[in-house]
Nanobody, 125 residues
């Protein structure tokens, strides 16, 4: 069974940086595409970034140039480097993994098969 465990979320001041990690276990073939979805208080879960097995990436417009997604296939881990953080980035960040995520739809939550429990990112002004 595939498990995803996020870490790295914490309280940071606006303008600061954080690096989130998503460690996977249970089968690398099940995690061909990995992505990060934040959910802010009182809002639906959104999308910030995705990366496939070949390291092709996709980003939400709101984070382009500030966030970088990467992965270490040997370590079965994905990362989200978050720079120039803003208070509006405050959310629980969920890691997701999918076996066959459509190339044109990395932002679609239903494309993903596995989800982590989330890690809290709080950005103070």
């Amino acid at each position: 069974q595939v498990q995803l465990v996020e870490s790295g979320g914490e309280l940071v001041q606006a303008g600061g940086s954080l690096r989130l990690s998503c460690a996977t276990s249970g089968g690398s073939s099940e995690t061909r595409t990995m992505a990060w979805f934040p959910q802010a208080p009182g809002k639906s879960r959104g999308f910030v970034a995705a990366i496939n097995w070949s390291a092709n990436t996709a980003y939400a417009v709101s984070v382009k140039g500030r966030f970088t997604i990467s992965r270490d296939n040997a370590a079965n881990t994905a990362y989200l480097q978050m720079n120039s953080l803003k208070p509006e980035d405050t959310a629980v960040y969920y890691c997701a993994a999918g076996v066959r995520v459509a190339a044109a739809a990395p932002q679609v939550q239903s494309e993903y098969d596995y989800w982590g429990q989330g890690t809290q990112v709080t950005v103070s002004s």
